[in-house]
């Protein structure tokens, strides 16, 4: 599964994408925050807050609660403002 990370979470985490192999428990989104921020200092850091953080599977934006079966790409953002 590849995992892209744009913005603060990039810069926190230290690398702007990575192809991860997820554990089988992981099947949400929620699920997959709480992994990652288990993988180290860095992602501890960047995802402390998970709420915060946007999603999208396969470039759709969807809530923490949406199941991964069948995505290819999940990309993290924090929340964006516009004008």
């Not at 926190?12 to 925050?33: F, M, N």
């Not at 288990?38 to 969807?62: D, S, T």
Request: aromatic share 8%.
């Amino acid at each position: 599964m590849k995992l892209i990370y744009f913005a603060w979470v990039r810069e926190r985490i230290g690398k702007a994408q990575e192809e991860v192999d997820l554990p089988a428990h992981v099947e949400t989104v929620s699920d997959l925050l709480k992994w990652l921020k288990h993988r180290g200092e860095e992602y501890e850091n960047a995802l402390q807050h998970p709420e915060a953080i946007r999603v999208a599977i396969n470039q759709e934006h969807v809530d923490h609660g949406e199941r991964l079966a069948g995505a290819h790409e999940i990309a993290l953002f924090p929340p964006m403002t516009g004008g």
